[in-house]
């Protein structure tokens, strides 16, 4: 089944934020959300916004998002694309959607002449590493994600530490 594939509009943003939940709850950390609709809409929708969101539909029924945004690799010297999320609702999973809509997210970067399409999966998501191995896509297990955050993200910027 077709899903239908569409920018994200401002009045998407309460939608987008309970998928958000959503995803969080499934990945075991809804304590960690602290986003709220006005930060949603601001990030998303507001002239300085640097991400990009897409929803998905079926039968006028919003069954999933994307949110994503472009990065630049000094090695290839171009942009890519960093997926930040994609989610699907648990009743859709299996169906299609998800790999629709990482293609349409493709199709972008191969129109934009982008170099690379990246994203992380927590590595517990079985179901998410099979489905991203099927497509095509390999780990980069050479390489270990850091952040900085929070507090500890300000203290930094003020030269704390």
Known sequence: MTV??????????????DLIIELADYERAR??????????????FSPEATAKALIGERDGQVIGYA?????????????GI????????????GSGAGKQLLRHIAREACDKGCGRLEWSVLDWNEPAIQF???????????????RMEG???????????
């Open 31 to 44: 304590h960690e959300v602290v986003a709220s609709l006005a930060d949603i809409e601001r990030s998303l």
């Open 82 to 93: 960093y997926l930040e999320d994609l989610y699907i609702t648990p009743d859709q999973r």
């Open 4 to 17: 239908h594939i569409r920018p994200a509009r401002l009045e998407d943003a309460g939608r987008i934020l």
């Open 151 to 161: 507090q500890t993200l300000h203290a930094f910027a003020r030269g704390d530490s």
């Open 132 to 146: 991203y191995r099927s497509i095509g896509a390999q780990p980069q297990d050479e390489w270990v994600r850091y």
């Open 67 to 79: 949110v994503y945004f472009f990065s630049y690799s000094t090695w290839l010297g171009s942009n």
